[in-house]
């Protein structure tokens, strides 16, 4: 995960803060997306989205691309496998 993500969190609750707007209700949303080529493992995926959830992340999108898969299948197959062992 970007190290900028975290602390925008942050930023977006002292600015909710200042306007006296309520944090709750208001999503935090992490585009997770790897375009080295390499690729999150899953564990490392799995990682980064605990983190995201720790730091009061709501939500979060797990980009498929740019990891060598040849078949629509794979794709699935490696979301299938994060959804599978995520602690949600």
């Known amino acids: 995960m970007e190290e900028s993500a975290l602390p ?3 930023r977006i609750k002292e600015l909710l803060a200042q306007s006296e707007r309520p944090v ?3 999503g935090f949303h992490l585009v997770l997306q790897d375009k080295t ?3 999150l493992d899953v564990p490392e ?4 989205l605990r983190r ?3 730091a009061g992340g709501t939500h979060a999108s797990v980009g498929t691309m740019y ?3 040849t078949t629509a299948d794979a794709h699935v197959d490696f979301l299938t496998d994060v959804k599978q062992r995520l602690d949600v």
């Open 8 to 10: 925008g969190i942050t």
């Open 37 to 39: 080529g390499r690729g």
């Open 24 to 26: 709750g209700g208001f």
């Open 45 to 48: 995926t799995l990682d980064t």
């Open 67 to 69: 990891r060598g898969y």
């Open 52 to 54: 995201w959830r720790d």
